[in-house]
């Protein structure tokens, strides 16, 4: 669950969102920013994605450049949720499964390298269940992403 | 907010070669937390750490990489709260209100989809996180009436569980085919 975060946490989380230092000794490059030494850096780092604040330190991909994606949804029988859920979990190419307060309670995010396979996961999960998957491929895409300005008050 | 930045997703793939794809294979799980983090990516892509940096400022010119640096799961910083709305939005005015939506601080996504009748009229999409329900709606509210869009239906889907949620997988690890052979 969620713990106080340090100071060098929270900028940490919120200032590097985007344009992270391309330079070969990035976190040392920070921790000068910073005014911390770099292994505090790389500690903080470490705490934060054990604690699951921090998913990663990565490239988010514009998508539909390198592989395809799309958003998916199910209208599964309440008494079923946990199973089909875990049956969506079970494909390596899905990468996000919420359940949603809607009639379609399952929404998921699955990503391939080729057209084919991502159809074919849908068909089967499909087929599995028994369950109709509507498929919601992205047709414009309106956001800038600069990741997202933390509160923490 | 400068929009000739927001160009439709293509459908052209970008140029990319085969050092690119591992490269960014290697970076799916995330840059490792050692002093020299490109020079150890280097070593999974069979790349040197020049090369690697390098490469990685050409894909996000490019815009493959459109975002580089600390990826946040919001629910566990304190934004337990987040809920995709929907919106039946006109075909002529789907793309300028997209880019009004998109410009609020609070939006982390904003895409047009298609509609799929009978069951599902929306098409447009955008995704809102507080730190309450309450937030959330209220944040909604101020979408609203600042974009003109209180005649649009839309509906409300906050989130209920978390069953799965990490970086996308656009190539197969090695430890996912080590998986895979292990069981047949």
């Known amino acids: 669950m969620q713990t106080a975060l340090t100071d060098l946490e929270r900028r940490l989380l919120n200032d590097y969102q985007h344009g992270f230092p391309l330079s070969p000794a990035p976190y040392a490059d920070i921790a000068r920013e910073l005014e911390v030494s770099e292994s505090a850096v790389l500690e903080a780092l470490a705490r934060l994605q054990e604690t699951g604040a921090l998913s990663r330190v990565g490239a988010v991909l514009r998508p539909n450049t390198v592989g395809v994606s799309t958003l998916a949804a199910m209208a599964v029988p309440p008494e079923r949720l946990e199973s089909v859920a875990e049956l969506v979990n079970g494909y390596a190419e899905v990468n996000h499964n919420y359940e949603r307060e809607h009639r379609l309670n399952l929404w998921f995010v699955a990503t391939a390298a080729e057209a084919t396979r991502l159809q074919s996961v849908l068909d089967e999960i499909g087929a599995r269940s028994g369950i109709e998957v509507l498929a919601f491929p992205l047709l414009e895409d309106y956001h800038i992403d600069l990741g997202f300005e933390l509160r923490w008050t | ?184």
């Open chain 2, 1 to 184: 907010m400068d929009l000739t930045l927001a160009t439709p997703v293509p459908v052209v793939r970008p140029p990319l070669d085969d050092a690119d794809r591992r490269l960014l294979s290697a970076l799916q799980g995330g840059l490792p937390f050692s002093a020299r983090p490109y020079a150890r990516l280097g070593e999974r892509a069979g790349l040197g750490e020049d090369e690697v940096l390098v490469r990685l400022a050409r894909l996000q010119e490019i815009g493959v990489i459109r975002r580089f640096g600390v990826v946040v799961r919001h629910h566990e910083v304190g934004y337990g709260a987040n809920a995709m709305v929907v919106w039946d939005a006109p075909d002529e005015q789907v793309t300028e209100l997209g880019h009004c939506l998109a410009g609020f601080d609070f939006i982390t996504l904003c895409y047009r989809r298609p509609r799929r009748l009978p069951q599902w009229r929306y098409n447009l999409y955008c995704m809102i996180h507080g730190k309450s329900r309450e937030e959330v709606l209220a944040h909604l509210e101020w979408m609203v009436s600042h974009c003109g869009l209180s005649t649009l239906s839309h509906e409300v889907l906050f989130s209920r569980r978390r069953f799965k949620q990490r970086g996308a997988h656009y190539f197969k690890d090695e430890m996912a085919t080590e998986k895979i052979h292990g069981r047949t």
